[in-house]
């Protein structure tokens, strides 16, 4: 199991906890305590009595703890009183103190058995000269339920220290741990149990602060213009359902996505990719290869709808940021995106992704073709990879010639797009022999390991292709630092046949640019040239 697997089978990682289900769970630490107040069971028998005196309310509190434990039942904080705004009295009551008021219709469970025990503490202003805090009550009977004291062992030996919770915190909120990873990093520094049901307990909380600080696309919003009134340079678009008064689509680019469409869109990849926020708002990626060969996010969409018009309306939006079209578009072969494609593309050459084409066939035709599906498709592939297109038509002829069953589907489905996934119609097209929608594929593999769930919200979506073109930027410069450095090369007879041109190449190309057609070179002396007639 990895890291980013949830610590149960059941999916409950991904679950939003109900109410019913947190007040199941027992309180089993306080937030005020340190590392040092790990309650002993083993200690001696302790006691408690009207008169008995502490220094300090927090070293009352403890004790009173730690002798319920020994007893066998839990308390908690009840009312207290302050004059002059400094604390003088406070009430310590049984856990099981009061009623359970059930407002809703489901059954439900609590602690809450009306127990009567309790303790009064007062820290008098008269005659106290050393300001001592006393026991001044103490109603030792309990109602409606047992004591157990290795209840209260188990419940006090797993309850979380303040240094833990502390680690939780940061493991979750700024590093986006998964539960499974913060448990184990947990069990390794401190060498102790960790329980799933209290872990997720304080996760829970976390995530519930994180979603009450505020309207999630407010502060997006709100974050966005901050940027764009530091820097104009920030582009950003957004469009609403001006009924339900609910966000439908939005596009923003940074300045420096800016920059790079503007120097690597020749060939633009795109790919949406769901189930990345609560609000089922697709991500749409577009994503450039850089002169290191390496996929940088040049622009980003949230859409409610995969549809011609949602496409339509995000190409628009690119071409209104950058006026450039890129000279090729790499796509799913999306039929929406397509018919947008055409519309707000006009001039660009479409690539549809050909492995996404290759799961297709299986569903479309392995149960018409039957025994026939294996052999049917190295025909297709063999059509597909021929460089002329007089080849391919003629291969493509005797496909539907031998494979009847299948001609439909290749009829009005594939032929019609031929040019867009057929070898034989782009090889006079610097397409950087690109094939398929892997690399989107890849950054919305990548972006998703950096959100926690599909839950997450808008502020939570930004934040992660923040750190995403960040970690992207970051590659460039260490390229940039290693690109810069002097390497002797050894001489080759590559090196000593095309050592102008290799010159030219170190002039206006990126090192791994010059390997790439260093390599060529190196190939074009083993070349077996045979007379064609």
């Given at each position: 199991m990895s890291d980013s697997e949830s610590i149960s089978s059941d999916g409950s990682n991904d679950e939003i906890f109900s109410n019913d289900f947190i007040e199941s769970i027992p309180?089993?630490?306080?937030?005020?305590?340190?590392?040092?107040?790990?309650?002993?069971?083993?200690?001696?028998?302790?006691?408690?009595?009207?008169?008995?005196?502490?220094?300090?309310?927090?070293?009352?509190?403890?004790?009173?703890?730690?002798?319920?434990?020994?007893?066998?039942?839990?308390?908690?904080?009840?009312?207290?009183?302050?004059?002059?705004?400094?604390?003088?009295?406070?009430?310590?009551?049984?856990?099981?103190?009061?009623?359970?008021?059930?407002?809703?219709?489901?059954?439900?469970?609590?602690?809450?058995?009306?127990?009567?025990?309790?303790?009064?503490?007062?820290?008098?202003?008269?005659?106290?000269?050393?300001?001592?805090?006393?026991?001044?009550?103490?109603?030792?009977?309990?109602?409606?339920?047992?004591?157990?004291?290795?209840?209260?062992?188990?419940?006090?030996?797993?309850?979380?220290?303040?240094?833990?919770?502390?680690?939780?915190?940061?493991?979750?909120?700024?590093?986006?741990?998964?539960?499974?990873?913060?448990?184990?990093?947990?069990?390794?520094?401190?060498?102790?149990?960790?329980?799933?049901?209290?872990?997720?307990?304080?996760?829970?909380?976390?995530?519930?602060?994180?979603?009450?600080?505020?309207?999630?696309?407010?502060?997006?919003?709100?974050?966005?213009?901050?940027?764009?009134?530091?820097?104009?340079?920030?582009?950003?678009?957004?469009?609403?359902?001006?009924?339900?008064?609910?966000?439908?689509?939005?596009f923003w680019m940074s300045?420096?996505?800016?920059?790079?469409?503007?120097?690597?869109?020749?060939?633009?990849?795109?790919?949406?990719?769901?189930?990345?926020?609560?609000?089922?708002?697709?991500?749409?990626?577009?994503?450039?290869?850089?002169?290191?060969?390496?996929?940088?996010?040049?622009?980003?969409?949230?859409?409610?709808?995969?549809?011609?018009?949602?496409?339509?309306?995000?190409?628009?939006?690119?071409?209104?940021?950058?006026?450039?079209?890129?000279?090729?578009?790499?796509?799913?072969?999306?039929p929406g995106m397509d018919a947008a494609i055409r519309l707000k593309y006009p001039s660009t050459f479409a690539i549809h992704c050909i492995w996404h084409i290759g799961q297709n066939l299986p569903l479309r035709l392995r149960s018409k073709l039957g025994g026939l599906f294996d052999q049917f498709k190295k025909d297709f592939y063999e059509c597909r990879n021929s460089l002329e297109p007089e080849v391919f038509e003629q291969r493509w002829k005797d496909l539907l010639a031998n494979y009847p069953n299948a001609v439909n589907y290749l009829e009005k489905t594939l032929y019609s797009s031929k040019t867009s996934w057929a070898c034989a119609f782009n090889t006079n097209i610097f397409t950087l022999d690109i094939q398929t929608t892997s690399r989107s594929e890849s950054v919305n593999a990548t972006f998703k390991r950096l959100l926690n769930n599909s839950n997450s919200t808008l502020v939570d979506v930004f934040l992660a292709i923040e750190e995403r073109l960040e970690e992207e930027q970051d590659n460039n410069d260490y390229a940039n630092w290693h690109n810069a450095l002097s390497i002797t090369q050894s001489a080759t007879i590559a090196s000593n046949a095309f050592n102008n041109i290799i010159n030219e190449l170190k002039e206006f190309t990126t090192p791994l640019i010059q390997k790439i057609i260093y390599n060529e070179m190196e190939l074009a002396f083993s070349y077996k040239a045979k007379h064609l007639d």
């Open positions: 309180d089993d630490s306080d937030s005020s305590e340190s590392e040092d107040d790990v309650y002993d069971m083993n200690v001696s028998p302790l006691t408690l009595e009207v008169g008995l005196s502490f220094l300090t309310w927090k070293a009352a509190f403890k004790h009173i703890k730690l002798w319920a434990h020994q007893q066998g039942f839990f308390v908690r904080k009840g009312r207290s009183e302050k004059v002059q705004s400094k604390q003088r009295k406070q009430t310590i009551v049984c856990r099981c103190e009061g009623m359970y008021n059930n407002k809703s219709n489901k059954s439900s469970k609590s602690h809450r058995t009306n127990c009567k025990w309790h303790v009064n503490l007062s820290r008098p202003i008269k005659n106290n000269p050393n300001n001592m805090i006393f026991i001044t009550t103490l109603f030792n009977e309990h109602f409606g339920h047992d004591l157990d004291t290795s209840v209260c062992h188990f419940e006090a030996s797993k309850a979380f220290t303040k240094p833990m919770l502390n680690d939780i915190e940061w493991m979750y909120v700024s590093g986006h741990l998964k539960p499974l990873a913060i448990k184990r990093m947990l069990k390794a520094k401190y060498n102790r149990k960790v329980y799933n049901q209290d872990l997720y307990k304080v996760i829970y909380k976390h995530r519930r602060s994180n979603d009450i600080r505020g309207n999630d696309v407010s502060q997006v919003f709100e974050y966005l213009e901050k940027q764009k009134e530091d820097d104009p340079c920030w582009i950003i678009y957004k469009d609403w359902d001006h009924e339900t008064n609910t966000l439908t689509k939005l300045p420096n996505q800016l920059e790079s469409w503007c120097k690597y869109s020749d060939v633009i990849l795109n790919d949406n990719t769901s189930k990345t926020n609560r609000y089922e708002l697709s991500l749409s990626f577009f994503v450039a290869i850089d002169n290191n060969m390496k996929s940088r996010i040049v622009a980003q969409a949230l859409i409610d709808r995969e549809t011609k018009d949602a496409y339509a309306w995000v190409l628009q939006c690119t071409l209104k940021a950058t006026g450039l079209m890129p000279k090729v578009f790499v796509t799913d072969a999306d």
